[in-house]
């Protein structure tokens, strides 16, 4: 039976350590411990999911200079699961809503789809994060601006006169995403506190293409394109989350990497 974690002194999260001493802090971070421990679904498979998706974004982050610790916005934005949408139509690793994606240079359209490209949009979304901060320089804030949006968190810096959203008035939903995202790290460091334990076996593993072959041209048919690259159409779109559709028209000739399995 998973117990509930007792809320710890401090978390240290992007460089910053963040206490908890202040009673409604206290309580924000203990209500989101508590919704880690008993979503016994999402927590044991973010868990064995972990692994598998980190090991792409992490060297991402790191080459664009961000903290490591932006990976587990990832975690609390899909529960890492690549092919998540949400209510409002987000979508992906990183639940971009399509003109966000498109603003922050991927291609969104019936037959392509780059916000499930975990690569792509783990760029996409260190763009966003590293302007962010150069408005704000804190990650917290940064955090939730990606939730609310810039516009949204800039106003109330400037109505309230704070500097930090850990010190805004934020809509519930923000307001709690800050805190699931400091839970979140200190859940994947910690599981045996949420009285999870996740064997190295159990976890799932980030499999390398076999190869990787470069397109600039139209793909007919994705099951022809698969089966002349000794794959099968569903497994070459599992590869590929990207490629919504069964062909590739590419009326423009852009050059497409797509994974073989």
């Not at 309580?27 to 016994?40: K, P, V, W």
């Not at 973010?46 to 980190?54: I, S, T």
């Not at 790191?62 to 092919?83: F, H, Q, R, S, V």
């Not at 470069?214 to 048919?221: A, E, R, Y």
Request: hydrophobic share 35%; aromatic share 12%.
């Amino acid at each position: 039976m998973a117990q509930t974690p007792r809320v710890p002194e401090s978390i240290r999260f992007a460089g910053k350590t963040y206490r908890f001493d202040r009673p409604d802090q206290y309580e924000r971070m203990d209500r989101e411990l508590i919704a880690f421990t008993y979503a016994h679904t999402n927590s044991i498979l973010m868990l064995r999911r972990a692994n598998r998706m980190f090991s792409q974004v992490v060297p991402i982050l790191k080459k664009n200079g961000l903290p490591e610790d932006l990976k587990y916005l990832m975690a609390i934005e899909c529960n890492l699961d690549p092919t998540s949408v949400s209510v409002a139509g987000a979508r992906g690793p990183w639940q971009f809503m399509k003109a966000a994606a498109r603003e922050n240079g991927l291609e969104v359209n019936d037959e392509v789809d780059e916000r499930y490209h975990i690569a792509k949009a783990t760029e996409a979304a260190c763009k966003y994060l590293k302007a962010a901060y150069a408005k704000y320089g804190d990650w917290i804030t940064v955090a939730a601006s990606y939730n609310a949006g810039q516009g949204g968190i800039s106003q109330r810096i400037d109505t309230q006169r704070q500097k930090h959203a850990m010190d805004l008035a934020l809509p519930a939903e923000t307001s709690r995403y800050i805190f699931r995202l400091l839970t979140a790290k200190y859940f994947f460091e910690h599981p045996e506190e949420f009285g999870f334990h996740v064997s190295p076996e159990q976890c799932y593993p980030y499999v390398a293409p076999r190869e990787t072959v470069t397109v600039t041209g139209p793909i007919p048919s994705l099951t022809d394109f698969a089966e002349e690259h000794g794959t099968t159409y569903f497994l070459l779109k599992e590869a590929n989350l990207w490629l919504r559709g069964d062909k590739l028209t590419n009326k423009a000739g852009k050059t497409y990497k797509i994974a073989i399995p």
